[in-house]
């Protein structure tokens, strides 16, 4: 095995172990395995060859011979017609822990899953139609039953899933798997063959009449508004994008209706802000899970989850239009929208929040009492407050996990997104001791770096050649809640329908 760290807690290794029944009290596994491979390899060239396999990470020469394999013809799954009345169920690997082989990961555990919002659980996802039919609801207890094979768990009524179908995700109830996943939702493996690996009709299923408490994400942090009066996330077909092609409101308020002074940030050389563009993002959570872990973000575990205390920065929301049977989702990142006219900073009674020359929403952590008045009056909903010691700072890993860049918050303290204010300070002093200015995309955003999709944007808005400037230009941008004159930094460009016409139908 190639060397990696020291042991965290002075432990011994299987070949220190081995040695030390032996007699060899003092012998390290370095010098154990370099004095057997230089037996295996006697000659004036083994400190070559050594060094060399150390680096490479493997020994030259020593790898199995190549065999041929070919594919078991019970592995093949027929596609018959499924018959009308019969139920068919479809094996899923998780979104988060895989086929769970991640379960183990508390921050896994923790990531909302995209369409559900789920935490710590994979319940049963069922159309609803069908959940009609059974008279069941969300958190509702069932039985499932697959050739005389029984299990119970939980459903969840998913907006667009097939009717008479239901779908499990694998990689949790595991018994074996630490601290983080032992004990996590329901093992469905049981119910799969190896005749059938991913899906097969048969099912049955009905309800128990007992109910199982599930943590999800979703509606803990409402932005409350009438239906339809203002719209989160706005979209349009082609078509209409090129009658209308503006998508900011009207009842946006002018610039001078504001009780807060006026400042002037194209006087300063930066004014940070962010564009997301909803037509690229896919909800895939990446961002949420780089902010995690930039900004030493705790993990509070499904019974917080539950009473909606969990701590991410940032959020993924997810929205449905149309007919729940068959609607379009839309996926929306939101983070702080570092208001120009914050409504946190007028009611912290210590100032704790307060606004920098640049245009961030800044925390001050030492000086918050945890009033939160501030996450009352965020319309956003975008801050967390540390109801309890989630932090631990005496086990030796979680120091080695964590950012030394970023605070680690104790209990009682309100915090956010800072649209991780450490980058933009070590670049600012990186920049002035090279008598130069932030170059444009020189510095990202964890959320930003992590996005396979290129969904975020972060810049220089006082730059008109910056691209996050030029896309705050564009006609499809609009700031969220925008009527409320926060004057967010944080905006989004609307999502644009093309579909093929062939494939709408």
Same mark, same amino acid.
């Given at each position: 095995?190639?060397?990696?760290?020291?042991?965290?807690?002075?432990?011994?290794?299987?070949?220190?172990?081995?040695?030390?029944?032996?007699?060899?009290?003092?012998?390290?596994?370095?010098?154990?395995?370099?004095?057997?491979?230089?037996?295996?390899?006697?000659?004036?060239?083994?400190?070559?060859?050594? *060094?060399? @396999?150390?680096?490479?990470?493997?020994?030259? #020469?020593?790898?199995?011979? &190549?065999?041929?394999? /070919?594919? %078991?013809?019970?592995?093949?799954?027929?596609?018959?017609?499924?018959?009308?009345?019969?139920?068919?169920?479809?094996?899923?690997?998780?979104?988060?822990?895989?086929?769970?082989?991640?379960?183990?990961?508390?921050?896994?555990?923790?990531?909302?899953?995209?369409?559900?919002?789920?935490?710590?659980?994979?319940?049963?996802?069922?159309?609803?139609?069908?959940?009609?039919?059974?008279?069941?609801?969300?958190?509702?207890?069932?039985?499932?039953?697959?050739?005389?094979?029984?299990?119970?768990?939980?459903?969840?009524?998913?907006?667009?899933?097939?009717?008479?179908?239901?779908?499990?995700?694998?990689?949790?109830?595991?018994?074996?798997?630490?601290?983080?996943?032992?004990?996590?939702?329901?093992?469905?493996?049981?119910? *799969?063959? @190896?005749?059938?690996?991913?899906?097969?009709? #048969?099912?049955?299923?009905? &309800?128990?009449?007992? /109910?199982? %408490?599930?943590?999800?994400?979703?509606?803990?942090?409402?932005?409350?508004?009438?239906?339809?009066?203002?719209?989160?996330?706005?979209?349009?077909?082609?078509?209409?994008?090129?009658?209308?092609?503006?998508?900011?409101?009207?009842?946006?308020?002018?610039?001078?209706?504001?009780?807060?002074?006026?400042?002037?940030?194209?006087?300063?050389?930066?004014?940070?802000?962010?564009?997301?563009?909803?037509?690229?993002?896919?909800?895939?959570?990446?961002?949420?899970?780089?902010?995690?872990?930039?900004?030493?973000?705790?993990?509070?575990?499904?019974?917080?989850?539950?009473?909606?205390?969990?701590?991410?920065?940032?959020?993924?929301?997810?929205?449905?239009?149309?007919?729940?049977?068959?609607?379009?989702?839309?996926?929306?990142?939101?983070?702080?929208?570092?208001?120009?006219?914050?409504?946190?900073?007028?009611?912290?009674?210590?100032?704790?929040?307060?606004?920098?020359?640049?245009?961030?929403?800044?925390?001050?952590?030492?000086?918050?009492?945890?009033?939160?008045?501030?996450?009352?009056?965020?319309?956003?909903?975008?801050?967390?407050?540390?109801?309890?010691?989630?932090?631990?700072?005496?086990?030796?890993?979680?120091?080695?996990?964590?950012?030394?860049?970023?605070?680690?918050?104790?209990?009682?303290?309100?915090?956010?997104?800072?649209?991780?204010?450490?980058?933009?300070?070590?670049?600012?002093?990186?920049?002035?001791?090279?008598?130069?200015?932030?170059?444009?995309?020189?510095?990202?955003?964890?959320?930003?770096?992590?996005?396979?999709?290129?969904?975020?944007?972060?810049?220089?808005?006082?730059?008109?050649?910056?691209?996050?400037?030029?896309?705050?230009?564009?006609?499809?941008?609009?700031?969220?809640?925008?009527?409320?004159?926060?004057?967010?930094?944080?905006?989004?460009?609307?999502?644009?329908?093309?579909?093929?016409?062939?494939?709408?139908?």
């Amino acid at each position: 095995m190639q060397p990696l760290i020291e042991p965290l807690y002075s432990g011994r290794s299987t070949h220190e172990f081995v040695s030390l029944l032996a007699g060899q009290t003092e012998s390290r596994g370095y010098d154990l395995v370099r004095a057997y491979w230089q037996k295996q390899h006697s000659g004036p060239d083994f400190e070559a060859f050594w *060094r060399k @396999s150390v680096h490479d990470g493997w020994i030259e #020469g020593t790898a199995y011979p &190549a065999k041929r394999v /070919t594919l %078991k013809a019970t592995n093949s799954q027929s596609h018959t017609a499924p018959d009308g009345n019969s139920l068919e169920i479809n094996f899923r690997r998780d979104p988060s822990v895989y086929d769970g082989r991640f379960s183990n990961n508390a921050w896994l555990q923790e990531l909302p899953k995209p369409l559900t919002k789920m935490t710590w659980d994979n319940p049963v996802m069922i159309g609803p139609a069908m959940a009609e039919r059974l008279h069941v609801k969300s958190e509702d207890i069932v039985e499932l039953q697959l050739q005389g094979r029984k299990m119970e768990a939980p459903v969840w009524i998913q907006a667009g899933h097939p009717d008479n179908a239901v779908t499990v995700f694998l990689g949790y109830g595991r018994r074996r798997a630490g601290r983080a996943g032992t004990g996590a939702g329901f093992d469905f493996y049981p119910l *799969r063959m @190896s005749a059938a690996p991913w899906f097969t009709s #048969g099912l049955q299923i009905r &309800a128990t009449g007992g /109910t199982y %408490k599930l943590a999800t994400t979703q509606g803990e942090q409402t932005m409350d508004t009438p239906v339809g009066a203002r719209p989160l996330v706005r979209e349009a077909s082609l078509e209409e994008y090129k009658q209308h092609p503006k998508f900011a409101t009207e009842e946006e308020p002018p610039s001078p209706l504001t009780l807060f002074p006026a400042f002037d940030y194209k006087k300063e050389p930066y004014a940070w802000g962010m564009a997301i563009d909803l037509n690229a993002c896919v909800g895939c959570n990446n961002c949420i899970v780089a902010c995690q872990s930039e900004n030493n973000i705790p993990v509070v575990g499904k019974e917080q989850v539950v009473r909606g205390r969990h701590m991410h920065w940032l959020r993924v929301d997810a929205y449905y239009q149309g007919d729940r049977a068959n609607p379009r989702a839309f996926f929306q990142p939101v983070p702080c929208m570092q208001c120009e006219n914050a409504p946190c900073e007028v009611v912290c009674p210590v100032g704790a929040t307060v606004h920098s020359t640049e245009g961030l929403n800044d925390m001050v952590y030492n000086r918050c009492v945890g009033t939160r008045y501030c996450s009352n009056n965020c319309p956003y909903k975008v801050r967390r407050f540390n109801f309890l010691l989630y932090q631990d700072w005496d086990t030796p890993q979680y120091k080695l996990m964590r950012n030394p860049d970023v605070t680690v918050r104790s209990r009682g303290v309100m915090e956010k997104c800072t649209y991780c204010v450490q980058r933009i300070t070590q670049h600012r002093i990186d920049a002035e001791r090279a008598d130069r200015k932030i170059a444009d995309g020189e510095l990202q955003t964890a959320c930003q770096q992590s996005c396979p999709a290129n969904a975020i944007i972060f810049g220089n808005i006082n730059d008109p050649n910056s691209r996050v400037a030029k896309l705050k230009a564009h006609a499809r941008n609009y700031g969220l809640l925008d009527d409320l004159n926060t004057r967010p930094r944080t905006t989004y460009l609307a999502e644009v329908r093309n579909p093929n016409p062939e494939l709408k139908e």
